[in-house]
Nanobody, 125 residues
Framework: QVQLVESGGGLVLAGGSLRLSCAAS????????MGWFRQAPGKEREFVAA????????YYTDSGKGRFTISRDNAENTVYLQMNSLKPEDTAVYYC??????????????????WGQGTQVTDSS
């Protein structure tokens, strides 16, 4: 059974930082792109960042460029999202996702097959 388990969310002041982690189990994703999405109250789930299997290619939403960094450790079957200079509009539930097949990195939620349960990030300002 494949599981993606996020951690690292919490309350943060505007301008602060958080590092989200996503540990995968049940199969290895070392050959598969992975990504992060988020969903704010009353809004649709949206793309945040994605990373190729090797980590050599990364992609970000415009609002995250320069503030967010996605990375992965294939030996640990884990993907990370470092978030700096957080803003109130970053408040959302953040979801980790993985593509079932190796190949091109997708930036649409429909391109991802496995999802975590989400971790809440809240601006406490």
């Amino acid at each position: 059974q494949v599981q993606l388990v996020e951690s690292g969310g919490g309350l943060v002041l505007a301008g602060g930082s958080l590092r989200l982690s996503c540990a995968a189990s049940g199969r290895t994703f070392s050959s598969n792109p992975m990504g992060w999405f988020r969903q704010a109250p009353g809004k649709e789930r949206e793309f945040v960042a994605a990373i190729s299997w090797s980590g050599g290619s990364t992609y970000y939403t415009d609002s995250g460029k320069g503030r967010f960094t996605i990375s992965r450790d294939n030996a640990e079957n884990t993907v990370y999202l470092q978030m700096n200079s957080l803003k109130p509009e970053d408040t959302a539930v953040y979801y980790c996702a993985a593509q079932k097949w190796a190949g091109a990195v997708r930036k649409s939620l429909y391109g991802f097959d496995y999802w975590g349960q989400g971790t809440q990030v809240t601006d406490s300002s």
